[in-house]
């Protein structure tokens, strides 16, 4: 029989006309959670550290940019290996109907997210330069007010960053969505480097399939289609990282710089120097 968590409450964390709870903690072997389940929908992500995620009677790994869309009646903890295991967590927490609208406004009622039906909660991976991006739009936003405001103004950056800026066309069929899915989430960076080619790999699918679903849904060839993977993840590179232009191009398998300044700025309107000065984000 699968063992049932002590019941938290949303209204015990919240103060006031508080709307949502938001957090930044430290947990190790030391902290004194207990197995629970909510009356609230709870997102949180890794920004540092390493454990196990004790999951609706199931245990599963937990590490650095693990984030997880957590349901009430969902039941869980953590657990660590050794003493100096830890996570450092950025935790949000509240009423399911106060994002009623984002289903069917932003995910045309998909059972996805906060609503999927599936036994275990949806999960994403955030690379190093969205993890960044995302926790310092959190480090901003943890001295706000617990307003519906601030709560929209969080998941939807967060949705956008993580879904939308990644998610191609609904129209498009199961393995292509796939196939961007898994080339923007390596976690190495080397499918960016062999471009055109780890594509095609993760398709599955000859390089005229490839070309001719494109061509059909997003009007681009792979060879185009992949650049614009690679300028997107350019352009997150440049607002969340200090690292130089041409780390940057070589790091995305643009082993030609001025190749990249050329495509980045048909693009985007701007040079990726003029960019960065634009768009930068201080940290």
């Not at 009356?39 to 199931?58: A, I, Q, R």
């Not at 061509?215 to 993840?233: D, K, S």
Request: with cysteine; aromatic share 14%.
């Amino acid at each position: 029989m699968e063992r049932v968590g002590t019941l938290f409450e949303l209204e015990h964390f919240l103060e006031g006309s508080d709307r949502f709870h938001f957090s930044k903690n430290r947990l190790s072997a030391e902290t004194d959670l207990a197995y629970h389940r909510h009356d609230y929908f709870e997102l949180f992500w890794v920004s540092e550290g390493k454990g196990h995620h004790l999951l609706n009677g199931k245990t599963y790994r937990l590490a650095k940019g693990d984030l997880l869309f957590m349901r009430p009646g969902d039941s869980h903890t953590f657990s660590f290996d050794a003493p100096s295991d830890f996570v450092l967590i950025y935790n949000l927490a509240f009423f399911p109907k106060d994002v009623s609208c984002f289903q069917e406004r932003y995910l045309q009622n998909k059972e996805e997210y906060f609503w999927t039906t599936e036994a275990r909660p949806q999960q994403l991976k955030a690379d190093e330069v969205q993890l960044k991006t995302l926790s310092n739009r959190a480090d901003e936003l943890l001295g706000a007010p617990r307003s519906l405001f601030y709560l929209d103004n969080l998941l939807l950056y967060l949705f956008d960053l993580m879904v939308f800026s990644n998610s191609p066309d609904n129209l498009a069929p199961f393995w292509l969505k796939q196939a961007i899915g898994a080339f923007n989430a390596e976690p190495t960076g080397k499918a960016y480097q062999e471009g055109v080619a780890a594509f095609l790999a993760l398709c599955g699918r000859s390089n005229a399939h490839v070309n001719r679903s494109l061509g059909a849904f997003y009007g681009q060839n792979v060879t185009n289609f992949v650049n614009g993977l690679r300028l997107r993840r350019a352009k997150q590179a440049l607002t969340a990282t200090n690292k130089g232009i041409k780390e940057i191009a070589f790091d995305l398998g643009f082993n030609d710089v001025n190749y990249f300044h050329k495509l980045f700025k048909a693009a985007n309107g701007l040079s990726p120097n003029a960019y960065r000065n634009k768009k930068t984000i201080v940290f």
